[in-house]
C-alpha cells in the first residue's frame, strides 16, 4: 500500500511516536492536575512540558496553549468564543466547512452576520485588498487559512495579521495543513488566535488538536466543567488554559503530539517542505503531460502552495478514480475535501477533485510507481 | 530579606509548573507539591515548597506576569 492522503492525516507516524503512546499508556496514567499523588503529577508535568514546546515552536505563551480534540474543536472555540450577537465575520472563500459550518449555524440563529473574502492565487495585494473591503463597523474577527486544504495555495497570514491590528479586528487562523510544513509564528504574524491539528503535519494520533491565544485574547467558553482549579467556585476559571479545557485531556494522545512535535524538530521545517514539493511538483510535471488528465494549478511554486496536488481523470468522477486506485493499493482522497467554497469556486463542486498529498516519509520510487499505475488508469 | 520556607500557591498546576521552571536555577531544592488543606481554601490548588528570601523570590515571580494566590510561610 502507498498512503498519499497525508493532508487528512499523516501516515505512518514516527516510531518515537509509536513509542511515546505505549509510554503514555504504561508511564503517564494518572489524570493531570486533578490529584496530588505521584502519577498525577509525573503527567501534569510531562503535559506542561509539552505544552511549552508547543508555545516556543509557535511564539506563544505557554499557559495560553489550549488542547483539543481536532483543529475543528479548537476552530468551534476559536469562532464561538469570539462571537458576540450583533457582531459581524469575515472568512475567506477557501474555508474547511469547521469554519463555515459554525459561523453558518451562528447567523442562522440571527445572531452574527458574516461575508466571504475572494481570494487570488499569487496576488497578495488583491487578496487583502478584498478582506479589507468588506471590513464593518461591527467586524469582530477574521478567519482564514493558511494554506487550502483544495489548492494548497497559501494565504498572505503575515499580511492579513497586520491588517487586522491595524484595525483592532481579532485574526483567527486555521493551520491545518501548514502546521509542521511552513513556519509560524503568532508574534510575528499578529495572529490572536491560531487554530491547528496535532494529527497531521505534526505527525501526532488522531484525536489531537490545539489552538493557542496570543496575549490578551480571552474568549467566551463553549463548555464548563472540572478544570482541576478553583473547584469550590461555581463560575468557570477566567484563566488560560484551565477556562478552556473541562474534563481529563486526552494526555496520551497529547504525549504523542509531543513526540510527533519533536520529530519534525529534528527533521526541520525546511526539509519536510522541499521533500514534499519536489514530489509533488514531480507529480505535477508527469500528469500535466497525461492527455486525458485535467490539472487546476498551473503556477504551483515553492512557498505559494504546500505540498497538495489536485486533478481529474476526465470521465469518471473523482471519487470513482479513487477508487481504482484503491484497488491497486494507493489511498488518496477524492470528492470534496468538506470544503464546498473551494470547489465551487475552482467549478469543481460536481465532481471534486483527486487530491495525492506526501509525507516526510512518502519516497521518490513510491512516486514513480504510482504515476505509472495513475498514468494507466487514465489511458483507460 | 525575608528569609524562611514558604508554600507559594498557584491557581493552576500549569503556573505552578512555569514558575518552577523560572525559579530552579536560584532554588534547586525547590518542591511542587499539593497546597495543604488549610491553605487550599477555594478547592484544588498546586504550591511549591521553596526556601529562600520570599523578596527576592516574588521579584523574580513578578517580572513573568504569572499570578499567585498566596504566600504562607511554614
Keep these: ?380 | 530579606m525575608f528569609m524562611g520556607e514558604f508554600y507559594l500557591i498557584f491557581p493552576t498546576l500549569t503556573f505552578t509548573y512555569k514558575a518552577r521552571n523560572i525559579l530552579k536555577y536560584r532554588f534547586p531544592r525547590l518542591k511542587i507539591v499539593p497546597t495543604p488543606k488549610s491553605l487550599s481554601g477555594s478547592g484544588c490548588k498546586y504550591a511549591i515548597l521553596i526556601k529562600g528570601d520570599l523578596t527576592q523570590i516574588l521579584g523574580i515571580l513578578e517580572k513573568t506576569n504569572i499570578p499567585i494566590s498566596n504566600t504562607v510561610q511554614i
Design chain 1, 1 to 380: 500500500m502507498i498512503y498519499l492522503d497525508n493532508a487528512a492525516t499523516t501516515f505512518p507516524k514516527p516510531q518515537s511516536v509509536a513509542n511515546s503512546l505505549v509510554r503514555g499508556i504504561k508511564c503517564f496514567g494518572g489524570n493531570p492536575g486533578r490529584s496530588g499523588h505521584l502519577l498525577s503529577l509525573r503527567t501534569s508535568e510531562k503535559i506542561y512540558n509539552i505544552r511549552e514546546n508547543i508555545a516556543n515552536f509557535f511564539g506563544g505563551q505557554t499557559e495560553n496553549v489550549i488542547f483539543t480534540s481536532n483543529c475543528t474543536h479548537a476552530l468551534n472555540i476559536a469562532i464561538k468564543g469570539i462571537l458576540n450577537k450583533g457582531d459581524h465575520i469575515i472568512l475567506s472563500d477557501l474555508e474547511h466547512n469547521s469554519v463555515i459550518r459554525p459561523i453558518f449555524a451562528m447567523s442562522k440563529d440571527n445572531n452574527i452576520t458574516y461575508d466571504i473574502a475572494k481570494t487570488f492565487k499569487s496576488n497578495k495585494e488583491e487578496t487583502i485588498l478584498s478582506f479589507k473591503k468588506l471590513i464593518k463597523a461591527n467586524t469582530k474577527a477574521i478567519v482564514c487559512t493558511h494554506a487550502s486544504n483544495v489548492t494548497g495555495a497559501i494565504m498572505p497570514i503575515k499580511e492579513l495579521g497586520a491588517m487586522c491590528k491595524e484595525k483592532n479586528i481579532t485574526f483567527i487562523v486555521d493551520s491545518a495543513q501548514s502546521a509542521g510544513v511552513l513556519d509560524i509564528n503568532i508574534k510575528d504574524m499578529n495572529i490572536d488566535i491560531l487554530c491547528t491539528a496535532g494529527h497531521k503535519g505534526l505527525y501526532g494520533p488522531t484525536g489531537t488538536g490545539f489552538l493557542i491565544l496570543n496575549d490578551g485574547v480571552k474568549l467566551n467558553t463553549l463548555i464548563e466543567g472540572g478544570t482541576g482549579s478553583l473547584s469550590v467556585d461555581l463560575t468557570q476559571p477566567d484563566f488560560s488554559p484551565d477556562r478552556y479545557e473541562s474534563g481529563t485531556i486526552n494526555s496520551v494522545g497529547i504525549i504523542g503530539l509531543g513526540a510527533g512535535l519533536e520529530f519534525v524538530k529534528k527533521l526541520s521545517l525546511n526539509r519536510i517542505y522541499e521533500h514534499e514539493f519536489q514530489i509533488c511538483n514531480k507529480i505535477y510535471q508527469q500528469i500535466g503531460n497525461m492527455n486525458n488528465v485535467k490539472i487546476y494549478i498551473n503556477d504551483f511554486n515553492k512557498y505559494s502552495y504546500v505540498p497538495i496536488v489536485i486533478c481529474n481523470i476526465n470521465g469518471i468522477t473523482s471519487n470513482q478514480a479513487v477508487s481504482i486506485l484503491s484497488d491497486k493499493g494507493y489511498c488518496v482522497r477524492g470528492g470534496l475535501h468538506c470544503s464546498p467554497l473551494a470547489h465551487k469556486k475552482l467549478g469543481t463542486i460536481d465532481e471534486g477533485v483527486i487530491r495525492i498529498s506526501p509525507s516526510c516519509f512518502t519516497s521518490n520510487a513510491e512516486i514513480m510507481q504510482f504515476l505509472k499505475d495513475f498514468r494507466l488508469v487514465a489511458k483507460k
